[in-house]
């Protein structure tokens, strides 16, 4: 009962994506070729973010915590 | 109502504290409500709300038109180079060079939009369109280019859909067989128009019943609404002339404006100091070049809009009218038998005095179950018209069974043929509305328009649910119609449902759990319960910078 459930839901937002993105009115060969491009697309994204998120990050806390560094005691406290 | 109308739109505004489920902390908002205050220009509240667009939905909205068009372009494309069969109506092979007949790219939207969620429009009906209607199923092969009919009847699909607003659209009953008696005895035809040989006594008869309904000196009734407008205002003002129209008036005002010649200016929806300022402009400057006094000022608007479900301020409009000294042009083809305690329309909602608005017209099509239109005020007027009307100079009249069901229908409204019917009947229409429009918004779906309105528009936005909001409800056997552009504006599609003193309140609670169970597929509940406060205020000098954008 409950894979139906999850089944069911899964369905209905697969549903609602159709919706949103007008997909729900094109013809079956429209809607394969639009499938194929939004997924290839977010796919791109997906492995973008995966490759070179954590190293920007990596990059930007070891620049601000250099610039705290290396200021010296000098700074008025 | 006030003799001196120092400040038309005073209002009182009352702050209310709400619970947002949504968001689950309170909230305040104004409602903006103009209640018995500076003269007491209107004896009831007036409660209109139009909920702002929420911006998630919006972007969404316009996500999925771009990727409509982008796939028009590729379709147009193919249909260019011949990858694909043109369907539409393309000129012959011989004609390529000519002047093109077809605009192609005007019918862009039609090709690639209309086309694909077409089966939602133009149904065939079977059977009278009452409380329930039966229709005839069709399917398509070829993605709504062409249809053919399965053979198979839909029977007794719920009608959200039709004008039947006092439910005289009836196959039996008391209009119904004087309108048979009266076809066995004048027959179908008229087969002339007014002025010549079709000049019947039941037209006469009509005329003065109307006028004795409105409570105006003289009526005339034409055989089509849209030809009421558009070919009567063209006979009451011409060159010269100033039009004042709303925004949204419907198209036979604007064919009716425009054919007559006259100068047209158009005021924000319902909004009376963007009115007012066109009227001191208009007298104050006069003529755009000559600077010569305007011959007349008409001001059109309409008693219910039907694509907003909002009701004119008639109050205020009058006193306007009174104060610049022009005339007030009323079209009340969906308020006349729908409002007002004794269904005269929106002069008796607001119990006003019928002989303040000059020209008062309205539609035989929507409460009376018949066809028609009529035009009712001072004896004068209505002379005038007679001889110089369009419609009565080159249409035909009026069905003599038509006209018999107007005259029946009237006379049950008025409540003449001895009983309760009429008076029921509105009553239980007013019941209906304001049920229906409670049980809506409680449910959570953004509603436009005023409380008492039986015109009820649900915002749909997006264009894929309108066309799988048509067909859900189908499919649950509750017919409704759905709107797009151009009908609105381009983001702001609408199902728009008609009440009708005809459905029960087991059909409406039918329906409603209907609307609930697709709203619910479809998510369809946007709304936030924050009401925008309506545009007007005390009128004072600010208020004219912030009508100009």
């Known amino acids: 009962m409950d894979i139906k459930h999850v089944k069911d839901y899964i369905y209905w937002l697969y549903y609602q994506y159709l919706l949103i993105t007008c997909s729900y009115v094109l013809e079956p060969w429209e809607r394969s070729m639009f499938h194929t491009i939004t997924v290839t697309v977010f796919a791109m994204v997906v492995y973008t973010a995966y490759v070179f998120v954590p190293i920007h990050i990596r990059l930007a806390f070891e620049f601000f915590s250099q610039l705290f560094e290396g200021q010296p005691e000098s700074t008025v406290s | 109502p006030c003799s001196e109308p120092a400040n038309p739109c005073c ?12 968001e689950g902390r309170f909230f305040s908002f104004w409602l903006v409500n103009h209640i018995v205050h500076n003269g007491g220009l209107y004896k009831r509240p007036f409660n209109e709300a139009f909920e702002e667009t929420p911006m998630l939905v919006a972007v969404l909205t316009y996500v999925g038109y771009g990727v409509l068009t982008l796939f028009g372009y590729l379709r147009d494309f193919m249909r260019q180079w011949k990858i694909e069969k043109c369907q539409n109506a393309t000129e012959r092979e011989e004609q390529k060079d000519f002047v093109p007949l077809y605009q192609d790219f005007e019918n862009f939207y039609t090709r690639n939009l209309y086309m694909r969620i077409r089966d939602s429009w133009n149904r065939p009906i079977c059977s009278v ?42 196959k039996a009953g008391t209009c119904q067989e004087a309108a048979a008696k009266v076809l066995s005895q004048y027959g179908a035809g008229v087969c002339s128009t007014r002025q010549e040989m079709g000049n019947l006594d039941k037209h006469e008869e009509l005329e003065k019943l109307v006028a004795r309904f409105l409570g105006v000196e003289s009526a ?57 300022k066109l009227l001191k402009d208009a007298i104050v400057h006069g003529q755009p070049r000559t600077r010569r006094p305007w011959k007349k000022i008409l001001i059109l608007v309409e008693g219910i809009y039907s694509m907003e479900g909002s009701i004119v301020r008639l109050p205020e409009v009058i006193a306007l009218k009174k104060k610049y000294k022009s005339y007030l042009y009323l079209d009340e083809a969906h308020s006349i038998g729908a409002l007002g305690p004794s269904g005269r329309g929106v002069v008796d909602y607001f119990g006003l005095n019928p002989e303040d608005v000059d020209i008062m017209m309205g539609t035989f099509t929507k409460s009376f179950g018949a066809a028609g239109g009529y035009i009712g005020g ?83 936005y997006m264009p894929a649910k309108i066309g799988a909001f048509g067909r859900e409800m189908l499919k649950r056997n509750i017919g409704v119609v759905v709107v797009g552009f151009p009908a609105t504006p381009i983001i702001e599609s609408r199902a728009r449902f008609c009440l009708s003193a005809a459905h029960t309140k087991e059909m409406l609670d039918r329906a409603l759990k209907e609307i609930d169970e697709v709203g619910d597929l479809l998510q369809l509940k946007y709304s936030r319960h924050r009401l925008v406060p309506l545009l007007d205020r005390p009128f004072d000098e600010t208020t004219y910078e912030e009508t100009e954008d």
Request: glycine share 8%; proline share 3%.
């Open chain 2, 11 to 22: 209002s009182i505004s009352y702050a209310y504290l709400v619970l947002d489920e949504a």
């Open chain 2, 129 to 170: 369109p009452g409380a329930k209607v039966d229709m005839m199923e069709r399917v398509s092969h070829d993605y709504n280019w062409t249809f053919t009919y399965t053979g198979r009847v839909i029977k007794d699909i719920i009608n959200m859909g039709s004008y039947n607003y006092l439910g005289f659209a009836q």
């Open chain 2, 220 to 276: 005339m009734a034409y055989g089509m609404g849209f030809a009421t407008n558009s070919m009567n205002i063209p006979a009451l003002v011409g060159k010269g002339c100033l039009i004042l129209s709303d925004e949204l008036n419907h198209a036979s005002l604007v064919l009716g404006a425009r054919l007559s010649g006259a100068t047209i200016r158009i005021f924000k929806h319902n909004n009376m100091q963007s009115l007012e």
């Open chain 2, 378 to 460: 001072k004896k004068e007027l209505i002379d005038y018209l007679r001889t110089y009307s369009h419609s009565a100079v080159y249409a035909t009249s009026m069905s003599p069974p038509v006209v018999e069901q107007i005259i029946t229908s009237v006379k049950c409204i008025m409540g003449e043929d001895g009983t309760t019917v009429g008076k029921a009947r509105v009553q239980q229409l007013a019941e209906n509305t304001r049920y229906f429009r409670r049980r809506l918004k409680e449910m959570g779906f953004i509603i436009y328009g005023n409380e008492d309105s039986p015109v009820v528009p649900l915002m749909l």
